[in-house]
DNA sequence: TTAATTGCAAATGGTTTGCAATATT
DNA sequence: AATATTGCAAACCATTTGCAATTAA
């Protein structure tokens, strides 16, 4: 078993949690798309084909349990379905969320840019801010060329 | 009739669209509610007051005539409901929101700060920007004291 | 052993839609 | 008259939940 699986493992028995073997094969297809924004029925189908009994259920507690042991982000970008990401460090990372509107791709910009806006926020609020949530739409340079 | 409601009704009629009673009650509550953020629902409640007639089916696709034509912004913080506030001068104006997490109010911040940002993504992805949305989570001043 | 977890099927709930009746232009 | 709009009820659909059976610890 690789570090990082045992160390998930460690994080979820800490916890009471137990590692089954469809927590593992969910585990298994975020690490293997981090790059991609895997809504829950598409972890579901690749989930699927390495643990057929699993059912759809399973999988949205288990995105849930996962977001809240800090494994992956939930996002919520368009109207219709949720998209999750691995969130490879456990740790809360901010990072904003570029959206093509012709394409539907999302890149992912990390520098954190906000401070000033925050201070700015609580200086005149008086705001004591935990989170935020930047989202940017746009046309990707593919789309603009394709005539987005 | 007001220059506001007079203008909102040209508006409609360029597109030909028409000024009916239900519009003009939905678009009365809306207004009078400048600074709150209400739900479809809520918005039903108030406009039944007025036109006891009217169904939520109405509300819904006035509500999105109204985002369409940019009278109103359509608000998605949560994951039950969504949000609707007026726009006052129906351009489209940036401001940000600040969610309190304990008593769910939201705070308008009318700076715009990411030009920056943006001019940083523009520049290191080629991305044609459009629009954003910031979202900033934290405790307001009156639940810190509560013990928020 | 025992408490957590699963899969199934049914429920949830905000929002959307089909349609025939009605109202605006 | 022609077309847009309405209200109703039913559909939609991602997500959640109750529950009895199963499994990890």
Redesign the interface.
């Known amino acids: 078993m690789s570090e990082k699986l045992s160390h998930i493992k460690e994080l979820l028995a800490e916890k009471d949690y137990r590692f089954t073997p469809q927590r593992e094969a969910i585990l298994h297809v975020i690490m293997q798309c981090q790059d991609d924004h895997l809504t829950a029925d598409e972890i579901y189908r690749r989930t699927k084909e390495a643990y057929p009994e699993i059912g759809i259920a399973t999988v949205y507690r288990t995105l849930e349990l996962f977001e809240t042991l800090g494994l992956i982000n939930r996002l919520?970008f368009s109207?219709e379905k949720a998209l999750y990401e691995f969130n490879p460090g456990y740790h809360k990372h901010y990072h904003?969320h570029?959206i093509?509107?012709r394409c539907g791709r999302i890149?992912e910009?990390n520098?954190d840019?906000?401070e000033?806006?925050?201070a700015?926020?609580t200086s005149?609020?008086?705001?004591?801010?935990?989170?935020?949530?930047?989202?940017?739409?746009?046309?990707?340079?593919a789309c603009?060329e394709k005539g987005?």
Chains 1, 2 share one sequence.
């Open positions: 919520r109207e904003h570029i093509c509107l890149l910009f520098e840019l906000l000033d806006i925050e700015a926020v005149s609020t008086g705001f004591s801010i935990v989170d935020h949530s930047l989202a940017i739409y746009g046309y990707c340079k603009q987005g």
